[in-house]
């Protein structure tokens, strides 16, 4: 993106949801590199709550007309 102004977001789930990291823009991507990398597939696969926290999170954060909301959703397994 040449304005720099995404940002990004992380929610992990297994059993339950968790908020890894709130919105951060793209130069932070390390960080969440790094969060990424330390994830371990453990537990159920609950998407509702996966999805459910990551509609707290955009709801939470603040946007302008130039940036838009997307999320990618990925998963290991079967919903629980």
């Known amino acids: ?17 968790t ?5 951060v823009f793209q130069n932070g991507q390390n960080t969440l590199s790094n969060i990424i990398d330390d994830y371990v597939a453990v537990g159920g696969t609950n998407t509702e709550a996966a999805i459910n926290r990551t509609r ?21 397994g079967l919903p629980t």
Do not use: H
Request: net charge neutral; aromatic share 10%.
């Open 56 to 76: 707290t999170v955009l709801n939470n954060a603040s946007f302008n007309c130039v940036t838009s909301r997307n999320v990618i959703f990925l998963t290991d």
């Open 19 to 23: 908020t890894d990291s709130g919105f």
């Open 1 to 17: 993106n040449p304005t720099g102004l995404n940002k990004l977001a992380l929610v992990s789930f297994s059993t339950t949801a």
